[in-house]
């Protein structure tokens, strides 16, 4: 089992970079794969970058691809999301989540991550 609690949210401009991290509990926090995934108002939770235990194969949703760059450190139980050149449109709830994804076409789903932390606020203005 772990827990998982989000920091670094706030309230940034257009173009401005953040990086949000994820502290876990636990002491098999290297077995899981993690995941952000992120929710505006009135819209559907989607994926936005996960990273393979092991190898740290990583995975982007097309939207942040080449904006946002997630890594671990399993030393430190700790996942973060680099977000570059933010838009309007990425402001969201931003989950991180862990699990066991199975396939590359797993990473993105979010019913395959079993583990969730209660999010952060990210609102990108103009």
């Known amino acids: 089992q772990v827990q998982l609690v989000e920091s670094g949210g706030t309230l940034v401009q257009a173009g401005d970079s953040l990086r949000l991290s994820c502290a876990a509990s636990g002491r098999t926090f290297s077995i899981y794969a993690m995941g952000w995934f992120r929710q505006a108002p009135e819209k559907e939770r989607e994926f936005v970058a996960a990273i393979s235990s092991g190898t740290g194969s990583t995975y982007y949703a097309d939207s942040v691809k080449g904006r946002f760059t997630i890594s671990r450190d399993d030393a430190k139980n700790t996942v973060s999301l680099q977000m570059n050149s933010l838009k309007l449109e990425d402001t969201a709830v931003y989950y991180c989540?862990?699990?066991?994804?199975?396939?590359?076409?797993?990473?993105?789903?979010?019913?395959?991550?079993?583990?969730w932390g209660q999010g952060t606020q990210v609102t990108v203005s103009s």
């Open positions: 989540a862990a699990g066991f994804p199975y396939g590359e076409s797993e990473y993105a789903k979010s019913r395959k991550y079993g583990y």
